[in-house]
């Protein structure tokens, strides 16, 4: 089956840029999509099909997918940005969801 | 305004069953697919199953297949998870979500950009 790998935590000063990566075996070739989810709420779209961000989400959320390698970006860290992200894609070879076991992101 | 609202969970003795439910409202329900998703305590995001728009496919996680069951009536605008065999393991807060259909490979199984809020359920003696 297919396995997306993310770091557990990940870490950013207030203003600065964190990356939260996602890897699979040539992910390249498949739509990402990302989910930032809050202490006690439903998990929330922040970007689909790599680099595409919905409607309400800030400019400071930017994304890419290459190689074996996605990529979540949040430029100029906010305390508000602190949340587990999940990347996410939907693998044809099996018909199934996959999820990557998240990343905490601190904002400190 | 999209909503998802489940309902069914509670607190039931392993091998027990119960039925999972999700009234949607604010869109075009016969349109799109829907998922159900776990999250164990503590724990991260787990997909269970989703189904086809017309409901005529159905897919599992390899946790679940042979004991769970999605299903759903575009008359009620509304999607069925029924839980068998349910193991502590089952613990989790299941969340219902509306798919996007894929625009790249034209399937009904894009990004999830709605979500409920979930309903607790708790397999224990």
């Known amino acids: 089956s297919y396995v997306l790998t993310q770091p557990p935590s990940v870490s950013v000063a207030p203003g600065k840029t964190a990356r939260i990566t996602c890897g699979g075996n040539?992910?390249?070739?498949?739509?990402v999509h990302w989910y930032q989810q809050k202490p006690g709420q439903a998990p929330v779209l922040v970007m689909h099909?790599?680099?595409d961000r919905p409607s309400g989400i800030p400019e400071r959320f930017s994304g890419s997918n290459s190689g074996n390698t996605a990529t979540l970006t949040i430029s100029g860290g906010e305390g508000g940005d602190e949340a587990d992200y999940y990347c996410?894609?939907?693998?044809?070879?099996?018909?199934?969801?996959?999820f990557g076991g998240g990343t905490k992101l601190t904002v400190l | 305004e999209v909503q998802l609202l489940e309902s069914g969970g509670g607190l039931i003795q392993p091998g027990g069953s119960l039925r999972l439910s999700c009234a949607a409202s604010?869109?075009?329900?016969?349109?799109?697919?829907m998922t159900w998703v776990r999250q164990a305590p503590g724990k991260g995001l787990e997909w269970v199953s989703s189904?086809?728009?017309?409901?005529?496919?159905?897919h599992y996680g390899d946790s679940v297949k042979g004991r769970f069951t999605i299903s759903r009536d575009n008359s009620k605008n509304t999607v069925y998870l029924q839980m068998n065999s349910l193991r502590a393991e089952d613990t989790a807060v299941y969340y219902c979500?509306?798919?996007?259909?894929?625009?790249?490979?034209?399937?009904?199984?894009?990004?999830?950009?709605?979500w409920g809020q979930g309903t607790r359920v708790t397999v224990s003696s």
């Open positions: 099909y790599d680099n």
């Open positions: 979500a509306k798919m996007a259909w894929d625009i790249i490979l034209i399937i009904p199984y894009g990004q999830l950009d709605y």
């Open positions: 604010g869109f075009t329900f016969s349109t799109f697919a």
């Open positions: 040539n992910i390249g070739s498949k739509s």
């Open positions: 996410q894609v939907w693998d044809g070879s099996t018909d199934h969801v996959v």
């Open positions: 189904i086809s728009n017309i409901g005529d496919s159905t």
